[in-house]
């Protein structure tokens, strides 16, 4: 028999550490009838299992400051759909890149496509792709905010290039 679109739902993950997009994006119903039930969490509160068939399932561990009720709690999710509004990383080289990889195995459509999403955590190469074409551009026509690359090697090393 042919399946109500009202009995349908669609399962959205979206990965924010602030804002309530529980509250604003769940219970709303798409334009073919399919009700949106909303989960979020954090990076650091996600793992990630993919399949072959694009099957994501992902475990949401408890948030200890949870922004709605039931994020407290550890929940399972077969996600079909993300929205990203958090860089996959934290300070001192924490990233959370096999999360991503894992996501973009799945093929898992998102809002903000992993793709990009994937490729921005090298950021030091996508500044010198933008470098890049600053220079062919010229600098009044692609104006590139300044950066400077550190490796993560030994910090007193810096010395030998800098006066302070």
């Not at 042919?2 to 399962?11: W, Y």
């Not at 529980?22 to 979020?40: I, K, P, S, W, Y």
């Amino acid at each position: 028999g042919d399946t109500d679109p009202l009995d349908m739902s669609i399962n959205l993950l979206v990965i924010a550490s602030e804002n309530n997009w529980h509250n604003l994006l769940n219970d709303l119903t798409l334009a073919d009838g399919r009700h949106v039930v909303t989960e979020q969490t954090r990076w650091k509160h996600l793992h990630v299992e993919a399949n072959a068939e694009g099957l994501l399932r992902v475990s949401l561990r408890g948030d200890t400051d949870p922004l709605y009720p039931g994020q407290q709690h550890d929940r399972i999710l077969d996600c079909d759909y993300l929205f990203y509004r958090n860089f996959p990383s934290e300070l001192h080289g924490i990233d959370f890149k096999p999360l991503v990889i894992g996501i973009y195995y799945a093929g898992t459509p998102s809002l903000n496509s992993t793709n990009s999403v994937l490729r921005t955590l090298d950021r030091p190469i996508v500044h010198a792709g933008l470098l890049r074409i600053r220079d062919k551009l010229g600098r009044d026509q692609f104006p590139v905010i300044d950066m400077n690359y550190h490796s993560n090697g030994y910090l007193g090393m810096s010395s030998l290039f800098y006066d302070h």
